[in-house]
């Protein structure tokens, strides 16, 4: 199984960007499918981003459409969200996680980051 650590959380104003990073360790990364969650508050986690690892594919959540950018550099283990355009619906815990070689992500991930809190409020 992969470790993942996930980073570049912080607080933003409405209309502002950041950009979070997962760096994994462990073998055959390239195997995993990776997925970004987040947890409003009050809420139940949600996916938002999924990297499939059959096909290289990457699928968003309507909800980030447009706004959100996967990236990932296998060289160094580690995978981007690139967040623009951020409003306070997105604020919650972003978690990394990985699944070994999967198409989909969903709740039943083979492996979990502890999260990154994203504030976005004026």
């Known amino acids: 199984q992969l470790q993942l650590v996930e980073s570049g959380g912080g607080a933003v104003q409405p209309g502002g960007s950041l950009r979070l990073s997962c760096a994994a360790s462990?073998?055959?990364?390239?195997?995993?499918?990776i997925g970004w969650f987040r947890q409003a508050p009050g809420k139940e986690r949600e996916g938002v981003v999924c990297?499939?690892?059959?096909?290289?594919?990457?699928s968003y959540s309507d909800s980030v459409k447009g706004r959100f950018t996967f990236a990932r550099d296998s060289a160094k283990k580690t995978v981007y969200l690139q967040m623009d355009s951020l409003n306070s619906e997105d604020t919650g815990v972003y978690y990394c996680?990985?699944?070994?070689?999967?198409?989909?992500?969903?709740?039943?991930?083979?492996?979990w980051g502890k999260g990154t809190l994203v504030n976005v409020s004026a």
């Open positions: 996680a990985a699944k070994w070689y999967a198409h989909s992500c969903h709740e039943d991930m083979d492996s």
């Open positions: 462990g073998h055959n990364f390239d195997y995993y499918a």
């Open positions: 990297f499939s690892s059959h096909d290289g594919s990457t």
